[in-house]
């Protein structure tokens, strides 16, 4: 691709009621410094985060819901309904619009994060498809299918107008990538450091690709004497590559180099708060984890946390 994509921001179903995720504990956290660990509804089973100013939007896999909590008080609300399907990968664009990876729905949507009303949708694939994840560029959305080997690519128009329901793309991804089994393949997704390209993580393998958008080819990044097990969420700060490994209850941090081809394992980020933390996003100066408890039966009131840690 020949212009940079210039990130613009940077398993079955639970039967669980709309009720049950209505809203997160009121209470608010004292003066001073954000709380380390945001309680959110019993019940909720998050699985996304994407953050905006001091706000955090999560996203519920057992109902669909969106919670949004103030990141310095701790305070939460529905602004989304349940749609009795997957919320899982989301971002937040400059327009105040969610981007919310559907899952096993085979969709995506598209919310206003003031009113969370339904701007769009897009309708990808029917099963077998798990719409995993989502990173947004300048001028398009990319969508993980952790069940093909595939991006769906949500073109932006002018002024970040959104596109007819039917006006997306699918690229198949060549080269290096091979899907593997029945399992989740292609998870997490961000940009190169130089935005001329995408990467994405392979939680069956923990391999990470570099794709090349406009034409689906693919090589390993190269990352000496690692891999990266269980890789779920990205994010890119800079030329630094956050790799949450959900089962492991940690982040790797990676160095890359500017075309996203290698990287080095610089070191990894634990916490005692983590129970399987899936995705990853920052605000506030911290990095905040939402944590899915997969191992954990998931009941109405199983109680669940986002979690905050020092980026490194």
């Known amino acids: 691709m020949n212009r940079p994509l210039h990130t613009t921001i940077g398993g079955a179903l ?12 009121a209470q608010a956290h004292p003066a001073g410094r954000p709380p380390a660990v945001l309680a959110l509804p019993d019940g909720f089973q998050p699985e996304g985060i994407a953050t905006a100013g001091r706000y955090a939007y999560f996203g519920s896999r057992a109902t669909g819901a969106i919670q949004r909590v103030d990141l310095v008080t701790g305070r939460g609300t529905t602004i989304g309904a349940a749609t009795g399907t997957p919320s899982l990968g989301l971002k937040v664009d400059t327009r105040g619009r969610l981007f919310v990876s559907g899952g096993t729905a085979g969709d995506a949507r598209v919310l206003d ?20 994840d989502v ?19 949500l073109p932006l128009g002018r002024g ?12 198949t ?3 290096a990538y091979e899907q ?11 940009t190169t450091p130089d935005g001329r390209a995408l990467i994405v993580v392979q939680s069956s393998t923990g391999t990470l690709f570099r794709v090349d958008p ?10 000496p004497g690692h891999t990266f097990t269980n890789g779920d969420g990205l994010l890119l700060l800079g030329r630094t590559l956050y790799v949450v490994q959900n089962r492991l209850n940690q982040i790797a941090v990676v160095r890359l180099d500017h075309a996203g081809t290698t990287g080095a ?13 899936t995705t990853v996003a920052k605000a506030l100066g911290r990095l905040y984890l939402p944590n899915a408890r997969f191992t954990t039966p998931p009941t109405p009131t199983t109680p669940y946390t986002a979690v905050a840690v020092r980026a490194h």
Do not use: C, K, W
């Open 214 to 223: 406009a034409t689906g080819a693919s090589t390993v990044v190269d990352v």
């Open 113 to 132: 994060t003031r009113t969370g009303e339904v701007l769009a949708r897009y309708q990808f694939a029917t099963a077998p498809t798990f719409v995993n």
């Open 265 to 277: 394992l610089t070191g990894t980020i634990t916490d005692p708060h983590f129970d399987v933390p």
């Open 160 to 171: 970040g107008a959104l596109p007819p329901a039917d006006a997306f793309t699918t690229i």
């Open 14 to 25: 639970a039967a669980v009621m709309l009720a049950t995720v209505a809203a997160a504990p």
């Open 180 to 190: 593997v089994g029945t399992g989740v393949n292609l998870n997490g997704i961000t």
């Open 135 to 153: 990173v947004l560029t300048r001028d398009a959305a990319y969508f993980t299918d952790s069940n093909r080997p595939v991006l769906y690519r």
């Open 173 to 175: 991804l060549t080269g």
